[in-house]
């Protein structure tokens, strides 16, 4: 049915939980039915500011709940393959975090079981979405800036060390690289695509997270992509294309609502800015509800293939700085 209702599951109640749910309820034609937590008092105080209908206390019991049509994983990365599959087998729709899993086999696995059982499966890459970065990839593929030369991303806060949090805890998948450096890459790959050669490094937290990563993409005719996540410092966290023909500059912070300017040689620069009223979480979640309307079981833009292949080259990177999970 065009007009049928989604109903809604989040799985993991921590903080984009959060603002991905005060997204969902401005969305239309779609509702929160249920919430888990691995904590009751949780799942209720959460159930509560978000009027969900049903609090679990479990997410397999959440998972089994007939009403529940799709189901946005919030977990840990290192929970998402897990997560993923579990939501798959009891016939949900799946709508999961970036990084989509801990590496590029896990990527394949999801992939399969979701076209094994059918079912619409999706990254969370929600800038993808935007309508400043939907604009500032068609800007660049129409050939505006001329051919992209550079580019140049970053990603950088400055998060207070806790060993704990998923952030730097590495059984968790924490560091900088899959947390934020995922964004600068992922800029690289929709705008540039895969690179011919890789080379990175990076220093390490004494847990063995990494709490930087200097990321060199290199393609042909001397195209370059030059990327950086760090926790250790704030950073401007914008995307600089540089083309034969002028600059586009997506603005700080690239990743989440944004602007862009165009500056074209011998010309002023040109702003777009764009007016969001939401967190920016709401066009993932209208695309995703858009797809199971029509009964589709992959995104036509984030694709399997560019899930497989921004998990590819974070697997790259993460060989040439010798981290392992
Ligand atoms: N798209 C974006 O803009 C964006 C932004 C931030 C994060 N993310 C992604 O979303 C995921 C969650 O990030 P977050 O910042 O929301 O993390 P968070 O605040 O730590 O929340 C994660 C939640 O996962 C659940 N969880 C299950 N097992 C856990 C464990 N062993 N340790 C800790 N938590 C556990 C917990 O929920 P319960 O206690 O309720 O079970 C926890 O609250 C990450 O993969 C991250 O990459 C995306």
């Given at each position: 049915?065009?007009?049928?209702i989604?109903y809604?599951?989040?799985?993991g ?9 005060e997204?969902?309820l401005?969305?239309?034609?779609c ?76 990527v ?16 969370a ?13 068609e ?11 550079r580019l140049?991303a970053?990603?950088?806060?400055e ?28 800029a ?17 937290f ?37 083309g ?6 997506i ?27 939401y ?36 697997d ?10």
């Amino acid at each position: 049915m065009p007009d049928r209702i989604i109903y809604w599951g989040i799985i993991g109640l921590g903080k984009i939980a959060h603002k991905f749910a005060e997204d969902l309820l401005k969305v239309p034609r779609c509702e929160l039915a249920a919430v888990a937590s691995r904590s009751e008092t949780k799942s209720k105080a959460f159930a509560n500011t978000f009027k969900a209908k049903k609090a679990y206390a479990n997410y397999e019991d959440l998972l089994q709940d007939p009403i529940v049509n799709a189901v946005y994983i919030a977990t840990p990365h290192s929970y998402h393959f897990d997560h993923a599959l579990l939501s798959l087998k009891y016939g949900k729709a799946v709508l999961c975090e970036k990084p989509f899993a801990m590496h590029t086999a896990q990527v394949q696995t999801m992939i399969t079981a979701a076209k094994a059982h059918n079912l619409l499966l999706m990254e969370a890459l929600w800038t993808n979405f935007l309508p400043h970065y939907k604009k500032a990839m068609e800007v660049l593929h129409v050939g505006a800036i001329g051919k992209i030369l550079r580019l140049e991303a970053d990603f950088g806060f400055e998060p207070i060390f806790d060993a704990e949090s998923r952030v730097f805890n590495k059984e968790l998948g924490g560091g900088s690289l899959l947390d934020i450096g995922i964004y600068p890459i992922f800029a690289a790959l929709s705008s540039l695509g895969m690179p011919k050669k890789i080379e990175a490094n990076a220093n390490f937290f004494d847990n063995g997270a990494d709490s930087e990563c200097f990321i060199h993409f290199k393609y042909d005719d001397k195209v370059e992509a030059k990327l950086h996540s760090t926790f250790l410092t704030n950073s401007h966290t914008k995307a600089v294309f540089t083309g034969t023909c002028g600059v586009l500059e997506i603005h700080g912070r690239f990743h989440q609502p944004s602007s862009f300017t165009v500056t074209l040689k011998d010309e002023e620069p040109v702003t777009y800015n764009f007016k969001v009223p939401y967190h920016g979480y709401f066009y993932e979640i209208d695309h995703f509800n858009q797809l199971l309307r029509q009964n589709k079981t992959e995104s036509d833009v984030m694709t399997f293939q560019r899930s497989l292949n921004l998990m590819e080259l974070l697997d790259t990177v993460r060989t040439k700085i010798g981290l392992h999970y």
